[in-house]
């Protein structure tokens, strides 16, 4: 099976950036989509970015274009997303995911593995 585990959230004021982590245990070989999911309160889950991993097609919501970027460390079996310039409306829980295929759909639908999240506050 899989298993993903997220890092790196915290707290920081508009304008600044945070790296989350997403490490990824398990047979790397029944997932080839790795994406990054944000929640926030009393909001549903929204996809954020995602990537077909071993090189692949990149994915962004237009909410994030030209300010967050996600990559890979094959060598690691961990994903990135580096979010510059975050704004208050980025604060939520922000989640890792994994599955095989239509990455580019960036919607909870065929999501097999999650990460438990990782906490982002932006303060204004």
């Known amino acids: 099976q899989v298993q993903l585990v997220e890092s790196g959230g915290g707290s920081v004021q508009a304008g600044g950036s945070l790296r989350l982590s997403c490490a990824f245990y398990g047979n790397a070989y029944i997932t080839n989509c790795m994406a990054w999911f944000r929640q926030a309160p009393g909001k549903e889950r929204e996809g954020v970015a995602a990537?077909?991993?071993?090189?692949?097609?990149?994915y962004y919501a237009d909410s994030v274009k030209g300010r967050f970027t996600i990559s890979e460390d094959n060598a690691k079996n961990t994903v990135y997303l580096q979010m510059n310039s975050l704004k208050p409306e980025d604060t939520a829980m922000y989640y890792c995911?994994?599955?095989?295929?239509?990455?580019?759909?960036?919607?909870?639908?065929?999501?097999?593995?999650w990460g438990k999240g990782t906490q982002v506050t932006v303060s204004s």
């Open positions: 995911a994994a599955k095989w295929n239509s990455c580019y759909t960036l919607t909870v639908a065929g999501y097999n593995y």
């Open positions: 990537i077909y991993t071993g090189g692949g097609s990149i």
